[in-house]
């Protein structure tokens, strides 16, 4: 079914065909596309050949000539490069335009997974190579079961959330000492303990630590709360099972009965940010319209503009969502890249507006938007309307 449906793609597009390859798992894409085993010891080139019609072409090394055998199509095997080169010019045969893991100008980075060299050799070959980042969209579209592991990672992330707050508010109120890295430890634990796992720690940010959107805890400097400090929490983690897919949430609170007044404007024009963006989804998506992920980023991006905050809006509005915490799929981005391609029904998305003040405090409100196959855009990970308020302590 999957290779019918690319056959059809690629007449619709006017393509003779797509090439997927890989060297030593440098092309991550490839192996998903092609269900290849991640436990699979690979040492040498292999190439997988999908023409608009017609039967498909495995391409292996003699060495390792089973690495495709779980594929259907013809089987060519090189020893020598020339070989490899022979048949190459052969199975492109009266193409001229094709597909392969690449982005012109390296515009969309996470498509773009073949080295300058194999695009010499394929282009050798006679044929232009274009994006296959169209093909790789549908394998972004998220099954009912894993669907059902974000309900699940969407719980325990909440949970990590509750128990850190909990926490803090106590720690305050004993007056006993709490940093950042011990919320970052409390949210792993209550990972671990709900079958969950992370690909890298979360984020505890305090105060000015907040205004790197990538601010880490460290050990060697840990950060102590205190009595009316500003805290953000960034976390996400997926269910310990294969195919799971992630929940991804940032999460604002104060150590104070209320926030500043400048505090209070900044997170309003954020939140309306993160609303207006999915109020447009969802308004195009009933409308039966084709939305593009530079569009969602824009709707969000002009309320910080509008506001006056645009030059501290300094990064995309969400990324794609799958097994990866950073998939491969559309993302909503008009600034760090024109990602032009469409937000198709059954993926997943975050939606994390920020402003970001530099030696003041950052804000960013995170949940994950995901558009089920009857065009309904649901949010995971829960809708965060005013900071959490720990107290006059």
Not at 57 to 74: K, Y
Not at 235 to 244: F, G, I, T, V
């Amino acid at each position: 079914m999957k290779l019918s449906e690319v056959q059809e793609q690629l007449q619709k597009s006017g393509l003779d065909g797509w090439l997927l390859y890989d060297f030593k798992m440098n092309n991550p894409l490839a192996w998903d596309f092609l269900e290849i085993p991640k436990d699979k010891h690979t040492t040498r080139r292999f190439f997988y050949w999908i023409p608009a019609k017609g039967e498909p072409v495995r391409v292996v090394h003699e060495i390792e000539m089973h690495t495709l055998d779980h594929l259907s199509g013809a089987k060519k095997v090189y020893f020598r490069w020339q070989t490899l080169e022979e048949i190459l010019k052969e199975i492109f045969k009266g193409s001229s335009k094709i597909a392969m893991e690449y982005s012109p100008k390296c515009a969309v980075p996470y498509v773009s997974k073949v080295d300058a060299g194999t695009m010499e050799l394929v282009q050798g070959c006679g044929v232009k190579v274009v994006s296959s980042a169209p093909f790789l969209l549908k394998s972004t579209i998220l099954s009912e079961s894993q669907v059902k592991s974000l309900e699940e990672a969407a719980i325990v992330v909440e949970k990590a959330l509750d128990a850190s707050w909990k926490t803090i508010q106590e720690a305050l109120v004993k007056k006993k000492p709490i940093t950042d890295c011990d919320v970052q430890k409390l949210i792993l634990d209550v990972f671990e303990k709900n079958d969950c796992f992370t690909d890298a720690p979360p984020h505890c940010a305090i105060n000015a630590d907040s205004s790197d959107p990538h601010f880490v805890p460290d050990k060697s400097r840990p950060v102590t709360i205190k009595k009316g400090d500003f805290i953000l929490i960034d976390l996400w983690c997926k269910k310990n099972r294969p195919d799971a897919v992630y929940a991804d949430v940032t999460r604002l609170g104060v150590a104070a009965a209320e926030p500043t007044k400048k505090q209070k404007e900044i997170f309003d024009i954020v939140r309306k940010a993160q609303r207006d963006a999915t109020d447009f989804l969802r308004k195009q998506i009933a409308e039966g319209k084709e939305v593009k992920g530079y569009e969602v980023d824009q709707v969000a991006r002009k309320v910080i503009e509008d506001a006056g905050y645009g030059k501290y809006f300094t990064h995309r509005l969400g990324h794609n969502i799958s097994t990866e915490l950073h998939g491969p799929g559309t993302h909503f981005d008009s600034l760090e890249t024109y990602d032009d391609r469409p937000v198709l029904k059954g993926a997943m998305f975050s939606c994390e507006p920020g402003i970001y003040l530099p030696g003041e405090f950052g804000v960013r409100l995170e949940y994950d938007l995901y558009i089920n196959l009857n065009g309904q855009v649901q949010i995971f990970g829960g809708e965060q309307d005013n900071y959490v308020l720990l107290g006059s302590l």
